[in-house]
C-alpha cells in the first residue's frame, strides 16, 4: 500500500494541535509571563517598573520567606518519606487479602484520595477542634489535657503532615499494588521451594522488584508536598498563619493580601526552580542507588 507520509504530518499536526494550543496557553505562556513579572514591580493586576533582581535580592532579607523555606522542607520531611512507607506497608497487607474483602478494604483506603480539601478540613477540624472535636472529648475521658492542635506552633504541621498523608496515601497505595500484582508469582514459588522466610523474600524479591514504583512515589509526592498550601491554609483560619507559614502560603499572601505581584512571582520562580532541582536530584540519587544495590 503507498502511503502519503505529507497526509500522515498533516493528519498527525491536526489531532496534536489542540493539546499544543492549550498547553502553550495554559502553561508556557503563564510560565514565561511569572519570570518576566518577577523582574518588576508589578501589583497583582497591572504593568510595573522594571527592578532587575530586586526581588530576589529582597528575599534573602526577608525573615517571613526564611520560616516558609524551612516550614516547607520540615512538611516534607515529616510527609514524604513516612507517606510512601505507610502505603507500602498497607499495600503489602491490602496484596494478602482476596476478592471482595480485598476491594472493600482497598476502597476504604482509597477513598480519602478522592475527597476534596473543604471535606477533609471538616472531618478533621471535627476531629481535632480544641472546643468541640471528638479527639478532645475522648482526652478528658482519659483525664488527659487538651491539646490546642490547630493553634499551637508545635502542633500544628505534624498534625497537617498525618492529615495529608491519610489523605495521599490512597493513590500510593494503588501504585504500590500495581507493582506488585506485576511480579510473576513464579519467583515467589521459587523462594518457598528453598524456604526463604518472608523477610528474606521481601528483601531480595518484593523490595528490588518494586524499586521503580517506589522511585515514582516518592517523586510524586515530593513534588506535591514542595507545593503544599490547601490544608495549611484553612487550618490555619483562626489560627496564627505567620507562624505556619509556607512557600505557596507566602505566594499567596505576597499577592492576594499584599497586592506585590512581582514579589510573588519571585517567590513562586524560586518554587518552581527549587522543584526542579530537588526533583532532579532525587531522582539521580534514587537511580544512584538502585545501581548500588545491583
Do not use: C
Amino acid at each position: 500500500m503507498l502511503r502519503n507520509s505529507r497526509t500522515e504530518r498533516l493528519v498527525a499536526l491536526v489531532l496534536v494541535a489542540p493539546f499544543l494550543a492549550i498547553y502553550l496557553l495554559a502553561f508556557v505562556y503563564p510560565t514565561v509571563q511569572m519570570f518576566r513579572i518577577s523582574f518588576t514591580d508589578a501589583p497583582l493586576i497591572g504593568a510595573g517598573r522594571w527592578v532587575g533582581l530586586d526581588n530576589y535580592l529582597r528575599l534573602d532579607n526577608d525573615p517571613m520567606f526564611r520560616r516558609a523555606v524551612w516550614n516547607t522542607a520540615y512538611f516534607v520531611l515529616m510527609t514524604v518519606v513516612p507517606g510512601t512507607l505507610i502505603a507500602l506497608l498497607i499495600a503489602l497487607g491490602v496484596s494478602r487479602l482476596k476478592g471482595r474483602f480485598q476491594a472493600i478494604v482497598l476502597a476504604l483506603f482509597f477513598l480519602p484520595y478522592i475527597l476534596p480539601v473543604s471535606v477533609v478540613y471538616l472531618i478533621w477540624d471535627w476531629t481535632l477542634n480544641f472546643q468541640f472535636g471528638i479527639a478532645m472529648h475522648v482526652l478528658d475521658w482519659l483525664g488527659i489535657p487538651r491539646v490546642p492542635v490547630f493553634k499551637s506552633r508545635v502542633w500544628f504541621l505534624p498534625a497537617v503532615a498525618g492529615v495529608t498523608i491519610w489523605w495521599t496515601a490512597g493513590f500510593s497505595i494503588l501504585l504500590f499494588l500495581a507493582g506488585l500484582r506485576s511480579i510473576p508469582p513464579e519467583i515467589y514459588e521459587a523462594a518457598a521451594l528453598d524456604n526463604s522466610t518472608r523477610w528474606t523474600t521481601f528483601r531480595r524479591i518484593t523490595w528490588p522488584l518494586l524499586w521503580p514504583i517506589t522511585s515514582l512515589v516518592l517523586t510524586i509526592q515530593l513534588i506535591l508536598q514542595l507545593k503544599i498550601f490547601d490544608q495549611v491554609y484553612l487550618f490555619s483560619i483562626g489560627g496564627r498563619p505567620n507562624d505556619n507559614m509556607v512557600l505557596v502560603y507566602y505566594v499567596f499572601q505576597k499577592a492576594f493580601q499584599q497586592n506585590q505581584g512581582g514579589r510573588a512571582a519571585a517567590v513562586a520562580v524560586t518554587l518552581f526552580m527549587l522543584v526542579v532541582v530537588v526533583s532532579v536530584l532525587q531522582f539521580q540519587l534514587l537511580r544512584f542507588a538502585e545501581r548500588r544495590r545491583r
